[in-house]
């Protein structure tokens, strides 16, 4: 039987929001599991355009930088993709690596993928570093900058 991509997506968010730290194999495994964990929650909140699950996984001081230089801060960052003014039907990243400094982590990754803006679908091949902090047990997004690769 499959499981729903709901279900799926549920469960990603879930475990990022309660934090991986509270299940044995996460434990074992290092805090860079924990901050994965909420990089693939992060991703499944994109593609769906789930506003409750974006404003629960950034910070409220969020600065997230975009390749073509654009800034946004939370409000409009979470707003664009719940609106659906742009969206992502696609994302793959690769060449991921997390590390954990006290309460804060780096993540690179290559971010592979299509976005809708306007009703056009384009490409997007860049590369990104995100900076995650742990706050109140949980892993949220403080700041990202894409760049051309």
Do not use: N
Request: hydrophobic share 50%; proline share 3%; aromatic share 4%.
């Amino acid at each position: 039987m499959a499981v729903p991509h709901r279900t799926i997506r549920a469960l990603a968010v879930a475990t990022a929001l309660c934090g991986a730290a509270s299940m044995p194999s996460a434990r074992a495994a290092g805090p860079e599991v924990e901050v994965e964990a909420a990089v693939d929650a992060l991703t499944q909140a994109i593609l769906a355009a789930d506003r409750a699950a974006l404003d629960a996984l950034v910070l409220d001081g969020l600065s997230y930088g975009h390749s073509s230089g654009a800034v946004q801060d939370k409000a409009a960052f979470v707003d664009a993709l719940a609106s659906r003014r742009s969206s992502f039907p696609t994302i793959t990243l690769t060449k991921r690596s997390a590390s954990v400094v006290g309460e804060d982590a780096i993540v690179r990754h290559v971010f592979d993928g299509e976005t809708v803006s306007d009703g056009k679908t384009v490409p997007v091949h860049i590369g990104v570093l995100q900076v995650w902090h742990r706050d109140g047990g949980r892993w949220r997004l403080l700041a990202r900058q894409a760049f051309k690769i």
